[in-house]
């Protein structure tokens, strides 16, 4: 599932989502974010403080889809796809190699036959642009 929800709405959207007789699914919640800064670190640390504790956190800036072999969740949770693909441009990787890691990520995602649901965080990106072509127009 590709979902676009405020954080607070990422619990909330995994408990609707589970069958009934999952009270309690075991979350694969897997990181993105690297902490350059002061701001970034503390909202890192203010994520980690909000996570459920049945999730297994794995925090991997770069090489998301090798972070996936052999988890063994109900849900896998990705925070953030946008922070990823930052991620990778700010080391210069070329626009094939992204859409080449791209791939692998939806390759590893698809094969996932333990994992009930993958979330996918991404930022709304396009806000901006929309409200600013609206006030422009």
Do not use: I, R, T
């Given at each position: 599932s590709f979902a676009e929800a405020r954080a607070k709405q990422l619990e909330q959207l995994i408990r609707e989502q589970q069958p009934d007789a999952l009270a309690m699914p075991s979350v694969m919640y897997l990181a993105t974010a690297e902490a350059c800064d002061a701001e970034m670190h503390q909202r890192i640390e203010r994520h980690r403080e909000q996570r459920p504790l049945h999730s297994q956190t794995r925090e991997e800036p770069v090489q998301v889809a090798a972070a996936l072999v052999?988890?063994?969740?109900?849900v896998v949770?990705?925070?953030?796809?946008s922070l990823w693909v930052s991620n990778l441009m700010l080391?210069?990787?070329?626009?094939q190699a992204i859409l080449q890691a791209t791939d692998e990520?939806?390759?590893s995602l698809s094969s996932l036959d333990c994992a009930s649901y993958a979330l996918i965080v991404s930022q709304t990106m396009l806000w901006p642009v929309v409200t600013a072509m609206f006030w422009a127009g």
């Open positions: 052999g988890q063994h969740n109900d949770l990705l925070d953030c796809l080391l210069e990787w070329s626009d990520l939806l390759s």
